[in-house]
């Protein structure tokens, strides 16, 4: 999964680089991050679901960021240029996530009227970032089916 998302962000909008780890480890990755960049964090429980045809479905929910580095002592409303570049960076990972094709066919399965939260984030970090925070459920579409 980690995979496939690093392969997704890697075709956004201003070539962000990419980190995955669970806070504090983000917060020393940072440091000498590249910017724009999309954080990745440890995925959150995994539904797995049984099916009648003998396959099972795996349902992710993912949090990720989309930042920029900012100067510090800046105001928030002088930010907010950057949260309407994340957020743009962000619908574009949704979009290409649902076209993303990992041998014959689209790897995940982005449910249309699902809904997903995007929160602004502000200086998270020891590095001064904004940005937005994306919770998205991803399915997979590919699945080994056991007989």
Avoid: H, W
């Avoid at 619908?91 to 982005?110: L, P």
């Amino acid at each position: 999964m980690r995979n496939q998302i690093e392969a997704i962000t890697q075709t956004l909008t201003g070539a962000p680089s990419f980190l995955y780890g669970t806070e504090k480890e983000l917060n020393t990755l940072a440091d000498d991050a590249a910017f724009p960049c999309v954080m990745l964090y440890p995925l959150q429980p995994i539904v797995v679901s049984p099916q009648v045809n003998g396959s099972v479905n795996n349902i992710f929910t993912i949090y990720i960021e989309f930042l920029y580095k900012t100067e510090f002592g800046q105001f928030t409303a002088q930010n907010e240029a950057y949260v309407q570049q994340a957020m743009y960076m962000a619908n574009q990972f949704m979009v290409k996530a649902a076209k993303y094709r990992d041998g014959d066919g689209r790897y995940f399965r982005v449910k249309a009227g699902e809904k997903a939260k995007c929160l602004p984030v502000y200086n998270k970090f020891d590095v001064n970032t904004t940005g937005v925070g994306l919770t998205i459920t991803l399915s997979t579409m590919y699945y080994e089916s056991f007989s």
